[in-house]
T-cell receptor
Framework: DGGITQSPKYLFRKEGQNVTLSCEQN?????MYWYRQDPGQGLRLIYY???????QKGDIAEGYSVSREKKESFPLTVTSAQKNPTAFYLC?????????????FGPGTRLTVL | LAKTTQPISMDSYEGQEVNITCSHN???????ITWYQQFPSQGPRFIIQ???TKVTNEVASLFIPADRKSSTLSLPRVSLSDTAVYYC??????????????FGGGTRLMVKP
């Protein structure tokens, strides 16, 4: 089955620790995205990548980092510099970076900082 | 990217038709209008997309007037399972940090029995 997978589903971390969220897709999509969603709010773009070895900052990139070494993988690292990292994180992909291309979302990772 | 405005929430009853309107006064010539649906603790999923006039698929209809400054998502005969958040997006593409696509607050639809 084609789709996007994210792991883990739930993640707990202590303050001051870096943590990496996994996102893998087998849809052969060039574009990938990371969003953050806080309770009762919409999605805010953290980073996006149009193609392998290239990525761009979104609205709220501070305290986060990404890499795109492979087409199918776009991991997100939440660093200790992110002041309020507890949130629901969603990864998405699309054929290209165009609005006319549907974004497909993974199941999400819920991160809680203890 | 054209800014969109949607009602924060709407209530309906099973079997009724629901219309959610999105305002996008600054829509550009090349912008498309896209609607997504999100259930709790899940990622959004695509519902429908259009450029002008009317588009219909098996799930919904999208009505866009000639000036394209607004659009209306129509859900026929809603059921309890249509309770979700509906996002209206307007834009063209990602190119740089100044032209991004984000999912705003959306409209929370509550369908009651």
């Amino acid at each position: 089955d084609g789709g996007i997978t994210q792991s883990p589903k739930y993640l707990f971390r202590k303050e001051g620790q870096n943590v990496t969220l996994s996102c893998e897709q087998n849809l052969n999509h060039d574009a990938m995205y990371w969003y953050r969603q806080d309770p009762g709010q919409g999605l805010r773009l953290i980073y996006y990548s149009q193609i392998v070895n290239d990525f761009q900052k979104g609205d709220i990139a501070e305290g986060y980092s990404v890499s795109r070494e492979k087409k199918e993988s776009f991991p997100l690292t939440v660093t200790s510099a992110q002041k309020n990292p507890t949130a629901f994180y969603l990864c998405a992909s699309s054929i290209r970076e165009l609005v006319t291309d549907t974004q497909y979302f993974g199941p999400g990772t819920r991160l809680t900082v203890l | 990217l054209a800014k969109t405005t949607q009602p924060i929430s709407m209530d309906s009853y099973e079997g009724q038709e629901v219309n959610i309107t999105c305002s996008h006064n600054n829509i550009a010539t090349n912008d498309y209008i896209t609607w997504y649906q999100q259930f709790p603790s899940q990622g959004p999923r695509f519902i429908i997309q259009g450029y002008k006039t009317k588009v219909t698929n098996e799930v919904a209809s999208l009505f866009i007037p000639a000036d394209r400054k607004s659009s209306t998502l129509s859900l026929p005969r809603v059921s309890l399972s249509d309770t979700a958040v509906y996002y209206c997006l307007v834009g063209v593409y990602f190119r740089d940090a100044g032209n991004m696509l984000t999912f705003g607050g959306g409209t929370r639809l509550m369908v009651k029995p």
